[in-house]
């Protein structure tokens, strides 16, 4: 790998790791205010806002101005959100501020892999940059849990600055504050992010021309028989996993009796899943298999169900480490065979943003849709059994979908796959 891929990944590390930290002290932020449960779990549509509405603009953003730079102004932008929860702005408001930060990072952060890389390293890289997403994953839940945790809360509340009243009293303002300084670091490495040799593609002066270049270039992946295919298993997955990272706390804290600190820690078994199922994914899979995976998606929504009938945590932590690693060793091949055939069709951060608009609109329609039910009282096992039956119905029909257009449209699939067999190194 070139010496700016570790740069792109220190710099993904520290971002994601304070997002996922942020995620869980903002829940414990409004379950200690008092708020009800559907606030709680309007945190991940909230986050996902930001990266649909927006989605016709930030991908032509990131094609128009060096990536290192789209991803500092990005983890700025987090830095104020951060504040904003601090000083008085509601929780869901200030997250979605952070989301619309991650939402502008993430077409330059997966754009510049095409830009850097040969597409034959595309799942390798794609392997270890999910791989270590994931890690900060588990660590930023597991930090996030202990920030608010009893052990580590103190301490921070005790550091006073003299003559100034910074308002913080609580463990999640607490926990807040530090994660700021994340998004910093994260945002010095950014700065070291080298320029590629990409020419950068001018954007459209007009509002109405940047909704219909995006529309043109959705339209485009979506027609093409490889990319339709991939952007609908990562739209699901995304649009699953997304929420299931709330899912697992109500779960926990319904199966287990579990609290936020303790809930936190099962979040990252998951994370923890995934990441094995992405690194073992990304030394033995090749672009052109990537859609052999699909039947994997079917499994996942088969164990989600499954947790329904788990109550002891000795049971639940190797079946969530199952689930996730299907997670992990189904979305690295199928991201990767996207961002491929996204870079053929059109420029690298179009792509991504497209494919952010498909997958963070599931996460909001599904993130709405069980945030509904938790407001009229629909149980945390009901809403599990409910995703896992969406997930293992839609992975069958895409799977139907491939099989399909194999017989329909055998010579152009052929030819996308051998293109995608014969890249250069």
């Known amino acids: 790998m070139k010496k700016g891929f570790y740069t792109i ?117 794609n392997g270890w940059i999910e791989g270590l997403t994931i890690g900060s994953i588990i660590l930023g839940v597991l930090l996030g849990g202990q920030l608010v945790g009893r052990a580590v809360a103190p301490t921070l509340l005790a550091i006073d600055l003299p003559l100034i009243d910074t308002g913080i009293d609580t463990a999640p303002e607490a926990a807040i504050a530090a994660l700021t300084s994340l998004y910093v670091v994260a945002a010095v490495f950014n700065l070291y992010i080298p320029r590629t040799q990409a020419p950068l593609q001018p954007v459209a002066h007009s509002v109405v021309a940047l909704v219909r270049d995006f529309s043109a270039c959705n339209a485009r992946l979506w027609n093409d028989k490889l990319g339709q295919i991939s952007l609908a298993t990562t739209t699901l997955f995304w649009g699953v996993s997304g929420n299931l990272r709330y899912i697992v706390l109500a779960w926990a804290a319904a199966a287990l009796g579990y609290g936020t600190t303790q809930a936190s820690s099962l979040v990252g078994v998951v994370a923890i899943g995934t990441a094995i199922g992405a690194v073992l994914a990304s030394v033995r899979m090749r672009l052109d298999q990537a859609t052999l995976v699909i039947p994997l998606g079917i499994a996942m929504g088969v164990l989600v169900i499954g947790m329904n009938f788990i109550s002891n945590v000795w049971v639940a932590a190797p079946f969530l480490v199952l689930l996730g690693g299907l997670g992990g060793f189904l979305v690295v091949p199928m991201n990767a065979l996207l961002q491929h055939r996204g870079h053929n069709l059109m420029g690298a951060g179009r792509s991504i943003a497209v494919q952010n608009f498909n997958e963070q609109a599931c996460i909001l329609g599904l993130g709405a849709f069980y945030t509904g039910m938790t407001r009229f009282g629909l149980s945390a096992f009901g809403a599990i059994t409910i995703f896992g039956v969406v997930v293992a119905g839609s992975m069958w029909l895409i799977q139907r979908w491939h099989r399909n257009n194999c017989v329909r449209h055998k010579d152009e699939v052929d030819h996308l796959i051998a293109l995608a067999r014969s890249d250069p190194q």
């Open 9 to 125: 990944m220190s710099a993904q590390f520290f971002s994601s790791l304070a997002d996922n930290a942020l995620f869980v002290a903002a829940v414990e932020l409004l379950r200690t205010s008092g708020q009800p449960e559907w606030q709680r779990a309007a945190l991940v549509p909230m986050f996902a806002l930001f990266y649909v509405v927006l989605a016709p603009f930030v991908g032509a953003f990131a094609d128009a101005v060096p990536k290192g730079k789209v991803m500092f102004i990005s983890n700025t932008i987090k830095v104020v959100g951060c504040l904003m929860m601090l000083f008085g702005s509601h929780p869901l408001v200030a997250f979605a501020v952070v989301g619309l930060g991650a939402a502008a990072y993430s077409p330059a952060k997966y754009g510049i892999l095409t830009e850097l890389l040969p597409p034959s390293q595309l799942v390798k890289a």
